[in-house]
């Protein structure tokens, strides 16, 4: 993926999972994650579909 795969986050983003409900199928949650990511700078919410 890039290398950008990191460690999941203590906290998990509570909007993250509207974003997963919203997918449907892990490539789409993966990139409505990494688009959420990139927008806050954080890349850690696309793991949130695995």
């Not at 906290?11 to 919203?22: H, I, L, Y």
């Not at 993966?30 to 579909?49: I, M, P, T, V, W």
Request: hydrophobic share 30%.
């Amino acid at each position: 993926m890039d290398g950008l795969e990191k460690p999941f986050p203590k906290k998990m983003p509570t909007d993250g999972f509207s974003v997963n409900a919203k997918a449907k199928t892990k490539e789409q949650c993966g990139q409505a994650f990494l688009q959420a990511a990139n927008e806050r700078g954080d890349k850690s919410y696309f793991l949130l579909c695995s």
